[in-house]
């Protein structure tokens, strides 16, 4: 499979949040058409909701993780194990190349926004975040590890 790093990244740059950017670049290799995947990730922007929680990238790994591997048995314990792992396995080795999976850590903010509208993209926005290099670096992630045995 030809790498959709790029891709990813020109989609945030293109005025999506990191989650739909990250999300909608792979949602397809796994069955789900674009406009439902952007919707879907859509609320997982600027750290859920701009709260500044979990990075949307990294709630887009979960999310793709659970399109792959996900568990829809409740009674399956070894399912849920299964897909914890594996969400964690891509959150920890997002951490290790970031040392964080929060989103106001990875911006060098404190706390949460106080408005939920989001920032004017500009030129002088992507140019002050690490934005794109995490998106680039979430994607790079999803194709190792979720993607190596898609062709």
Do not use: H, W
């Not at 887009?60 to 299964?82: F, H, I, S, V």
């Not at 959150?91 to 939920?116: M, Q, T, V, Y």
């Not at 030129?123 to 590890?145: F, G, Q, V």
């Amino acid at each position: 499979m030809e790498s959709r790093v790029k891709q990813a990244v020109a989609t945030f740059e293109s005025g999506y949040t990191c989650a739909q950017s990250v999300f909608s670049t792979y949602a397809d290799l796994f069955g789900m058409d674009r406009e439902t995947a952007l919707k879907l990730a859509s609320p997982m922007g600027g750290g859920i909701g701009r709260m500044r929680e979990v990075c949307g990238a990294v709630s887009a790994m979960a999310l793709l993780a659970g399109l792959k591997e996900g568990n829809t048995d409740p009674e399956n314990e070894e399912g849920k194990e299964k897909i914890y792992l594996l969400t964690r396995k891509l959150a920890d080795k997002f951490k290790e190349k970031n040392n964080s999976i929060i989103c106001r850590e990875l911006l060098g903010i404190e706390g949460r926004e106080e408005s939920a509208k989001p920032s004017a993209r500009t030129r002088e926005y992507y140019e002050s975040r690490p934005c794109s290099r995490l998106i680039a670096e979430a994607s790079a992630i999803i194709e190792e590890i979720l993607l190596k045995d898609i062709g």
